[in-house]
């Protein structure tokens, strides 16, 4: 008679903790959206690189600059809204690359922007689909 009342109880206990733990953002709402950004100069000279990453709402997420030898690639992560809108734009002294994603459909964003004397590459692709 014990055993079950034991049995019950716990069961009991793990629902209770499952449901705490699934509901922990609350109806309806995601988890932040992020980008993963790489830019890589496979130019002779280094570049400036300025990063802006903003919502269509006007947040601004991201921005730094950084230099960023010939033959290196500088990695970017940045957490950004769950909804909405979000747009990269990564310029140089006489080049830009800009990249957009919706964060409601897409968790995880992975762009690269490819820097090469006068020409600018930029690619990019929803990794982790909401």
Do not use: K, Q
Request: proline share 4%.
């Amino acid at each position: 008679m014990h055993r079950r009342e034991l049995l019950t109880a716990t069961a009991a206990a793990a629902t209770v903790a499952t449901g705490a733990t699934a509901g922990c953002l609350g109806p309806g709402e995601n988890d932040p959206g992020r980008l993963d950004l790489t830019v890589r100069n496979d130019g002779d000279d280094p570049v400036e690189a300025d990063v802006l990453v903003e919502g269509d709402d006007g947040t601004r997420y991201e921005e730094t600059s950084d230099r960023i030898d010939p033959g290196v690639a500088r990695a970017f992560e940045v957490v950004v809204g769950e909804t909405g809108r979000h747009e990269v734009v990564v310029t140089g002294a006489d080049w830009e690359g800009r990249l957009a994603w919706e964060a409601g459909v897409c968790a995880l964003y992975d762009g690269r922007v490819v820097v090469d004397g006068e020409t600018v590459s930029v690619a990019g692709e929803c990794v982790d689909p909401r």
